[in-house]
């Protein structure tokens, strides 16, 4: 994986943008093309995309919902080879992003091949980097709005500061709780710990190698095992040199000599002269000294044994800790640090108990704090959702944000939150994941993104019109328009209200061509746009279905 696909994978997530921020466009670019090949009933597909509200539409039956599901790919859905067009061996999709290209490609063994800009990443990388572009709201499957750390993300991302202090407080709770849990679960290992390491650093400190010491050592050794043949050795010297009734000075001495005369008359005898001075001078030094090796090399018992003992107990500390005696300064090193720590455990352990009743106390100020926020907004911001939920047909429509207190803290707070709701007069409010059907999960989510703005520059609607009609149709279709203002908005739809309100038009059909069947998604111009909207409206062409449409899109004078 490259750099740039890397980073990409792994940067954060942008914060969630506030009402006030919803009009705001996003920074990160819209989806511009797509290409699908081999799935379904798709052969080969090319679509490219543009900003604003784009709109599938088709017959029923003709497979409007492949263009999400091969989306849904990207965003790492899980799928089955049941996808794969009869006969081919293999699906692809890929998703262009300006220059980023995100694709998979599933083959009929069931393996998955993820790609960011061509590089293979895993399936994990290629959802983590989608879903920061991509957000879709499938019909049946509004799984992110059903979890309840998503609807109490809904009412947190109010309270950033409040949110942010209590997640500081339970880090350090839990930090400390964890460490004096383990400080006492430990206790014991701990001591026998202690004893180890003391008696290891003790018994290395009390020899106290020195780092290059053992090769002098046993050069001492060597030298004080050999003393009577050193000495023999040298006095062997001594006579051959000095000593001998026949020795080398004597002979040095007379070849000098020898040459007084002619040193007189020649050049060269006298600088050979001069050499053999020299020779007897340098041969006269050597004596001194040899003479000192043969007479001061008598044994010493004591320097020996001081010598064998000091390499022996270099020796078994190297046979324990070694297998050199710079890992055994290592080690000592290392020994010396978890004593220390270890020590320091337990000097905390005496005062950590005060520690983590003082940050309990903190936790429980800062939930408190965080409870009372989401208690003050929970309310408008129900409010404000309902506006619009109400809007979307379903005028009796009840919504609340619920508190429970937990039994002890938790990493979310001191309660948990949860969307309750009804769609129905007369009928109790209940967890929002118990009672909403699919088309009324859509809306409510549609609701989200208008009031609190898309998470991602690209938001996809299968669907979301599912069992309305009417007034509520023009009112899911204007806020899909006003949040297509400011994010790339993609919808599955058959309601010929929504339709009207698109930048953009495809329309999904369905093709039996060599005996198999073929969808194809085309881009509508301006009069096939027109017609597509009187069948919707209508069921087929007629004059009256096309005057109405084209009152819908406004044509009429």
Known sequence: MTRKARARATAPAEAPPSPAAALIPPASLPLSRLEVRHLATIEALELDFGAGLSVFTGETGAGKSIIVDALGLLLGARTNTDLIRSGESDLLVTGFWADDVASRRVTTQG???ARLDGEVVSLRELQDWAQRRLTIHWQHSAVSLLTPANQRALLDRQLPAQAAAYASAYRAWTDARARLEALRASERDRARQLDLLQFQTREIAEVAPQPGEEDPLQADLT????LDTIAQSAAAALNLLSDGDENALGFLNEAARALNTSARYDETSAQLQRELKDALSS???VVGELRGVAEDQAPDPEELARVEGRLG????LRAKYGPTLDDVLTFHAQVETELATLTKDEQDAGTLDADVERLHADLLAAGHTLDEARAEQG?????????VIRQLGMPHARLTFHLTPHTEPASSGLSDVTLHFTANPGEELAP????????ELSRVMLAISTVLGADTPAV???EVDAGIGGSAAHAVAAQLRQLARTRQVLVVTHLAQIAAQADHHYKVEKYVEG???VSRVRLLDASERLEEIARMLSGNTSEAALHHARELLGELA
Do not use: Y
């Open 111 to 113: 393996r998955s091949t």
């Open 223 to 226: 030298r004080l095992s050999n």
């Open 283 to 285: 041969i006269q030094a």
């Open 313 to 316: 107990a270099l020796s078994k």
């Open 379 to 387: 309310p408008p911001l129900a409010e404000a959702l309902l506006a």
């Open 432 to 439: 929002l994941a118990d009672v909403a059907s699919g088309g």
């Open 460 to 462: 996809v609607f299968d």
């Open 515 to 517: 005996g198999r069947t």
